[in-house]
């Protein structure tokens, strides 16, 4: 394994075009539970399993539901979270003029706050929610802190919140950039990703080198994968960045 890492921290620190990619298990070190981990959201107990509740359509039938379970299983530990090591690296690494862009399936905004600038947020953010009637937008504070379903203050419409659900579109804009920062990529670093949720975890085909490294706590099948480090992707990334 360390002969990997080093090999690994070799194609890295050569490198001035990496691209990194990554999934709710860049975050599980700041103790956000990810989808599919052992501990994850869907290992836990509840009458509709999470991939329903987080759709669209559950959200407009059964709103309290939906607000519940989002207010306590995702609102709650993203607000206590801290950015861990491996979004520090990663924000690092493009002050270094190392990492041309971070895209990500995760909506806590911790990269941001780790100080990377050029982040797409593929599956929305927590920041942005807005009116489903009359699109008027609400802060992330406005929204955690009312009880319960959130409605509008204009139109009592039922307020959206930033995540895209199961069963809408991805933003079409950050989509194309995606892809075009992944086909230009010399290095691409996926990590914390089951590789599972669409069109996400597809984007990656569009890489055309032969550096593509995993940095996962477990295998995922993909035959696109070069190198694959097992383990927690910030500890990893720590050892495979030093140049501060
Ligand atoms: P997932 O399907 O839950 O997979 C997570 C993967 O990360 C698994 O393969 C784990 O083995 C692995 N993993 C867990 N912890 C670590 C770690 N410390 N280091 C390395 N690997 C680890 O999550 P995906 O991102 O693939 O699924 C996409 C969903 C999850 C997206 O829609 C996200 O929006 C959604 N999600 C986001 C958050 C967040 O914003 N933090 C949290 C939970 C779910």
Do not use: W
Not at 61 to 79: G, N
Not at 104 to 109: E, H, W
Request: hydrophobic share 40%.
């Amino acid at each position: 394994m360390q002969a990997k890492i080093a090999k690994v921290k070799q194609i890295i620190d050569q490198s001035n075009n990496i691209v990194f990619f990554g999934g709710a298990g860049m975050s599980t070190e700041s103790g956000i539970p990810d989808f599919r981990s052992a501990d994850g959201i869907y290992k836990q107990k509840y009458n509709y399993p999470p991939e329903q509740i987080l759709s669209i359509n559950f959200f407009k039938r059964h709103p309290d539901v939906f607000y519940d379970f989002l207010k306590e299983k995702v609102l709650t530990p993203i607000l206590a979270a801290q950015p861990n090591q491996g979004h520090i690296k990663l924000a690092q690494m493009e002050k270094a003029g190392k990492l041309k862009a971070v895209i990500t399936q995760n909506i806590d905004g911790l990269h941001q706050r780790a100080g990377s600038e050029n982040v797409l947020q593929l599956h929305g953010s927590i920041k942005n929610n807005y009116c489903l009637k009359c699109g008027k937008n609400f802060s992330l504070d406005y929204f955690a802190k009312k009880e319960g379903t959130v409605y509008c203050d204009r139109c009592d419409g039922l307020i959206h919140p930033g995540a895209v659900l199961f069963g809408e579109p991805l933003d079409s804009m950050i989509m194309r950039k995606t892809k075009e920062y992944i086909s230009l990529a010399e290095v691409l670093i996926v990590a914390g990703t089951s590789m599972i949720v669409q069109p996400a975890a597809a984007l990656v085909n569009y890489y055309k080198g032969d550096k593509l490294i995993l940095l996962n706590l477990t295998q995922v099948s993909n035959r696109r994968i070069n190198y694959f480090l097992k383990g927690k992707a910030g500890e990893l990334l720590s050892q495979l960045y030093t140049d501060t």
